[in-house]
Every structure is written in C-alpha cells, then in structure tokens.
C-alpha cells in the first residue's frame, strides 16, 4: 500500500503548483492521527508547529526551527533500541513527526502506520502484514482528500 500512496503522491506532485504543501499536509495528517502515542512533550511542540504551519498559523521561520529538533528527539527517543509494542508506537510515532516535518511525507505515513499497530496491540506490524490494511485505507483516502482540496484531479490520469 505504501507503493500506491508514494505513486499517487508523485503523480500530484506533477499536478499541484505547491507539491510541498500536499506533502505537507499529508504528512501532518499522519503524524496527527498517532499524537496520543507521543511521549516526549517537545516532539508535541514541533507537531503543534508543523499543524499551525499547515494551518497558516505560523511561518516558515518557525517550522525549519523544529525540523532539525524533532529529528534529534527522534533518534534519541529512550524506547528507540527495543520493540517492545507501546513503547515502539511512542518512537515510531516521534518519527512520524520528523519526517513530516521534513517533507518526507511517504515516510511520514509509513511510521505513523507502524506507531498504530504497534500501540493497537503490539506485534501485528511484525508478523502480520494485513493489520496495515486499514491505517493504509485511510491514509490513501486522506491523501486523496488533501489533494483535492488543494485543487489537484484526484482521478487518474
């Protein structure tokens, strides 16, 4: 699913006078759907930045400040040597939020993907592919929405 969500993202890309804002956009949408996993308060603070970017809220100023913060915290995140269920939710969802903000908004997805099925119960995301299904559904249709709503066809070309 991964594979469709990076080639409908790229084909907006060409379609989109702002791809970075999709991107963007998706990415936040992401991160925010495994906020409730975030752990480290400061990881919160850089998604509250990214969302009020993606909001117009904030500036461009303010988002290159926590893009660099949030991937330290990423990295350094305590849980970040085990998989141990909840706790890999909390570091894969701290990833989430670094690649988003970073623009890396397939990577963004594929974390927050992770960082649900593993705060949904652990192993899923180990032994079971299909327990991606649905967080997979639902980011290929936000990103749909996304893309729509910032004026791209969203029917294939």
Known sequence: MTDSIASRLKDFDSRLADPEAL?????????????????????????????????????????????????????????????????????????????????RAVQAADYAAYAAVYGDGGYGAVSDPESFVPEHAWQLATLERLAKDRGARTDSP
């Open 23 to 103: 991107r963007l956009a998706f990415g936040c949408a992401c991160a925010e759907r495994v906020r409730h996993l975030l752990e480290d308060e400061a990881v919160i603070r850089c998604l509250d930045t990214l969302s009020a970017f993606v909001a117009g809220r904030t500036d461009r100023i303010a988002l290159e400040a926590v893009t660099a913060e949030a991937a330290a915290l990423a990295n350094h995140h305590q849980g970040s040597r085990s998989l141990d269920g909840v706790g890999h939710a909390a570091v894969s969802a701290s990833y989430a939020v670094a690649n988003a903000l970073a623009g």
